[in-house]
Nanobody
Framework: QVQLVESGGGLVQTGGSLRLSCAAS????????MGWYRQAPGKQRELVAT???????DYADSVKGRFTVSRDYAKNTVYLQMNSLKPEDTAVYCC?????????WGQGTQVTASS
């Protein structure tokens, strides 16, 4: 059974940084794409960043230039480095991983950027 476990969330002041980690219970070579989503209270879930097999990345316009997604195959972990955090980045951040057949989600980690 595939498990994704996020960590690294917390409370940070506006302008601060956090690094989220998503550790997979299987080799991340198994996935064609991995990504980070977030959902703020009263809002729809939105895609924040993705990284695909070939290494290409994509970001939501709201986080371009501030967030960076990366992966470590040796640790079976995907990261989301978040810099220059803003109050509007406050949300529960979830890791997602997909094969050609299945999709998996982590439990989420809370990120709060206080003004």
């Amino acid at each position: 059974q595939v498990q994704l476990v996020e960590s690294g969330g917390g409370l940070v002041q506006t302008g601060g940084s956090l690094r989220l980690s998503c550790a997979a219970s299987v080799s991340i070579f198994s996935f064609k794409a991995m990504g980070w989503y977030r959902q703020a209270p009263g809002k729809q879930r939105e895609l924040v960043a993705t990284i695909i097999t070939g290494g290409s990345t994509d970001y939501a316009d709201s986080v371009k230039g501030r967030f960076t997604v990366s992966r470590d195959y040796a640790k079976n972990t995907v990261y989301l480095q978040m810099n220059s955090l803003k109050p509007e980045d406050t949300a529960v951040y979830c890791c997602n991983a997909g094969t050609y057949r299945d999709e998996y989600w982590g439990q989420g980690t809370q990120v709060t950027a206080s003004s």
